[in-house]
């Protein structure tokens, strides 16, 4: 179930907890949780409901401007029903814990080996270990451009690397990945240590800003929250690519941490 930034950042601010859709059938279960940008998010119900019967209080809760918005929203594949999907925030996504934990010997070896079965049954034969190298050289760059650098499509390529992502060795952001410590880790033991930028201190910017807004904070050298907060919002906005809608996005996370604008 995709979910536009907007809804995921009020399902986790709490002002949302309703998502309505169009499916042929319904795409998620009660009890399904989704890891998203901004942590997890449980189904709490899902039910079929009639496009007729949808209220303004239906409309809030579900983050829309209003009812009318609501229902120019589904007005698309208007032949399927409309499914009305309850939702609550589930706190952080738990593979950041794993991310953030290395490795003893033992441990490595058996992530090794589950590798080893993700090599055995592709279909392109042996790929983890090319993927994690490819991602620990160009930390930041963005997938077609790695994939394209491996002569496969990005599509094939991006599924592949959440199955890493999975098992805690690399992390999404803003553009592009990074392996995480627990991946350093592995791919030392197998290929000797590297020597590597020194990881940047400070909480990464969110995704739910979007790519134009992180190509522009990155060429002023602001890649963390901490550094936005340096900024007052009318310098920021004075930027090419960073908008209204990123500039609130970057106020509630940096609020999250205690920080602000500057004035």
């Known amino acids: 179930m995709m979910m536009r930034p907007a809804e995921l950042e009020g399902v986790r601010a709490g002002t949302v907890d309703l998502a309505f859709r169009r499916w042929d059938r319904p795409r998620v279960k009660v009890g399904t949780r989704l890891r998203t940008a901004v942590g997890v998010v449980e189904v709490t119900s899902v039910e079929e409901v009639a496009l007729s019967r ?30 009305r999907v309850g939702l609550r925030y589930g706190g952080t996504d738990p593979r950041e814990t794993l991310r953030a934990t290395v490795p003893d010997t033992t441990e490595i070896r058996t992530i090794l080996a589950g590798l080893d079965r993700l090599d055995a049954a592709s279909a392109i034969g ?3 270990r090319t993927t994690l190298r490819i991602i620990d050289r160009n930390p930041e760059v963005r997938a077609p451009d790695l994939a394209a650098e491996l002569g496969r499509e990005t599509p094939d390529f991006k599924k592949d690397v959440r199955k890493l992502k999975e098992r805690g060795l690399t992390e999404s952001l803003a553009i592009g990945y990074r392996l995480s410590l627990r991946g350093e880790a592995v ?34 050298d602001v890649h963390t929250l901490e550094a936005v907060s340096g900024w007052t919002r009318a310098d920021l906005a004075a930027l090419h690519g960073v908008g209204p809608i990123a500039l609130d996005r970057l106020e509630a996370a940096m609020g999250e941490l205690g920080l602000g604008y500057a004035t």
């Open 126 to 128: 042996p790929w983890t």
């Open 187 to 220: 791919l030392d033991h197998e290929d000797g240590p590297r020597e590597r930028a020194p990881r940047r201190t400070g909480t990464p910017l969110p995704r739910t800003i979007g790519a134009p807004a992180t190509r522009a904070l990155r060429a002023v």
């Open 54 to 83: 949808l209220r303004a209080e239906d409309a809030r809760r579900a983050g829309a401007a209003s009812l009318t918005a609501l229902k120019d929203a589904l007005a698309a594949r208007a032949d399927r029903p409309v499914f």
